[in-house]
């Protein structure tokens, strides 16, 4: 599936193209009367009657935001949802032992009718797989006014291909908001995270791949000069300290930059499978990005590394510990003029 998603990114441009806002009153109406089912069987009853991908995939969207509650039983309180029996135990674990990640959370969603957005976004994507409609899954940055405030991924959404183009979508933030006091889930749906603008999109959402804000130079979060990005990798190693501590770092051609990562248990930390996945359309030649590898390609307590300064076409640095991407540094270099593109390709 992942050189699909490649072949329509280098068609795509990943460009985005502003879908013309038609009324969506009769697929709403539609997908009010499609009860719980397997995902094979949900996809089919949501989409079998329309004829444009836009309107299947509005017909998904808005199914999942009715019928899908937050799970805010990591705040102590749960809630209830209307509809579906539940499988017992017995027929659930038989359907799903031989299903794919996406699906086997999939189905738990919809036997549990509460999801945190992971849970969203893979329930989206496999309705979307069962629709023939590409669509991934993207994890990265939220700016939210609950839980952490550090620059780390802490959210899922979704990019999915229709017309010709990339489009952004939150099913988590389309379907309600917390209650202040974080113990309890209201439904109400909010047609803002609907396709939305990939300007609009950054304000509040950051991938980890920035190829998915589907900007061609995404601009720089605020949170850039405090720290810099923590992809999902970084929580599984005992990195306790960095160098540089800001994100965005400054420099001139011909500079040597250094930074440097502590760690309180290499050997540990040597034994951890690494989920690295970046492809060579990625790291192809006039890439903005450039990963760096450990000094003598090995980590240690102390683990270093350099980086010359020798174009202004390299805008992010990302660190690679035990071959997975632990940190991602901001590149500005002096001089550098406004038609030299740092941008995502």
Known sequence: MKWLVVVLMMVAQISFAQVQRVSFADVDRHVQNVPFAAPDSLAYSLTASFTTDLQKVRAIFRWITDNIGYNVAVYGRTIRTRGFKPATSQVYDSIVESKGLNERVAYSVLRNKVALCNGYARLFKTLCDYAGIPS????????SNIGSRKFKSNHTWNAVYIDSAWHLLDATWASGFISYGHDEFVRQFNDQYFLVPPQQMIRSHYPEDPRWTLLTDPPTLAE??????????FIKYTIKAYQPSSGIVEAALGDTLVFVLQSSDVAKDRTIAAENDYDSLTMSAGSPWAFLQPAENKISTTTTYTYVVNTPHVGWLNLMYNNDVVLRYRLNVKGRKEDDSIGFR
């Open 136 to 143: 991934e899954i993207v994890t990265g940055y939220a700016r």
């Open 224 to 233: 850039y000069r405090q720290a810099p990005f923590k992809p999902t990798a």
